[in-house]
């Protein structure tokens, strides 16, 4: 029984979530991609993605040797 409860009590915590992150979340990226003010952020407010593990010079593959 307590298996079952606590799987329940885990089910509602995730479809809380889920509604949240349509409800809340997405619409709220949505409108920064939109430059609209979300949050206190001033309006036209852009974010630079900054991926830290990736290597800053790649290795050249043939397609980078010819142009294409």
């Known amino acids: 029984m307590k298996a079952i409860r606590w799987a329940q009590f885990r089910l509602k915590q995730r479809l809380e979530a889920i509604d ?5 979340l997405l619409p709220e990226v949505e409108a920064l991609k939109g430059g609209k003010s ?11 993605v900054v991926i ?5 010079n790649p ?10």
Do not use: M, Y
């Open 38 to 48: 979300v949050l206190g952020l001033s309006d036209g407010v852009a974010f630079e």
């Open 59 to 68: 290795p050249k593959t043939s397609r980078d040797d010819t142009g294409e």
């Open 20 to 24: 949240w992150q349509e409800e809340v």
């Open 52 to 56: 830290e593990d990736a290597n800053p």
